[in-house]
């Protein structure tokens, strides 16, 4: 059986109320202003941010402490250029088919089309793979537990510090990401789970117009 380490919470800093007020309200308001960007500019940023990124997404909590991630940061451009022409020849696919015509229809407020130029004008994709097993040591297979979960909160957390750095991203999900397993070189174990376009959004981008819902619509207090 494992050995059960423990320690006393020394990090854990209690605020005086007001503090925790203002803290909460301005946290609020800086993420309010993170917006979901398509038109990347091409400047580079520099790594140490994305790392620094990585490392706060890499404390999130996950199940049994598994950390069941994987994030292969893409700058290389003939990489870039791969994985645009193989998410383009599905996103053609995914536009034109009949089945996905009503889901097409209700992406049409966020003006998404086929083409997919910020996959090589961003400077950095970054892969997010979900592990879905691993393998110990001794070549056993070792089952993950709420591994979309944890990815999902993971990159949450990357999002929101790269938003909180001042970068913009895209959550990007070509409905059908397994080419990225051959084109990033990744095992079977990994699956997928998104690309994050990080960047510099361009001079003249564009959002689109839209409202998030209010508190009363989202949470209810019993
Ligand atoms: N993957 C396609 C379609 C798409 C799907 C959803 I759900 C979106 O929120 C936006 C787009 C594309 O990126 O064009």
């Given at each position: 059986m494992a050995e059960k380490i423990f320690m006393p919470l020394t990090d854990?800093?209690?605020?005086?109320?007001?503090?925790?007020?203002?803290?909460?309200s301005e946290f609020y308001a800086e993420m309010m202003q993170r917006r979901t960007v398509r038109n990347f500019s091409n400047q580079p940023?520099?790594?140490?941010?994305?790392?620094?990124?990585?490392?706060?997404a890499s404390t999130a909590p996950s199940g049994a402490n598994q950390q069941p991630w994987s994030f292969i940061v893409v700058s290389d451009h003939a990489v870039k250029r791969q994985i645009r022409e193989a998410a383009?020849?599905?996103?053609?696919?995914f536009y034109s088919k009949e089945a996905t015509k009503k889901w097409v229809n209700d992406l049409e407020h966020l003006g998404t089309v086929p083409s997919k130029p910020f996959l090589e004008t961003a400077p950095w994709l970054i892969a997010i793979f979900s592990q879905l097993y691993r393998y110990s040591a001794n070549g056993e297979k070792k089952k993950h537990y709420y591994v979309s979960e944890s990815v999902g909160?993971?990159?949450?957390?990357?999002?929101?510090?790269?938003?909180?750095?001042?970068?913009?991203?895209?959550?990007?999900?070509?409905?059908?990401m397994r080419f990225l397993n051959k084109i990033l070189s990744r095992p079977s174990n990994e699956k997928p789970f998104m690309i994050l376009v990080v960047g510099y959004p361009s001079k003249d981008a564009l959002v689109p117009s839209i409202q998030k819902k209010s508190?009363?619509?989202?949470?209810?207090?019993?």
């Open positions: 854990y800093c209690k605020l005086p109320e007001a503090e925790m007020k203002r803290r909460a940023v520099d790594r140490s941010i994305i790392e620094n990124c990585l490392r706060a383009e020849k599905i996103e053609r696919d909160i993971a990159t949450g957390m990357l999002i929101t510090g790269l938003h909180h750095a001042g970068l913009v991203s895209l959550t990007y999900t070509p409905s059908s508190l009363e619509d989202i949470a209810e207090f019993i």
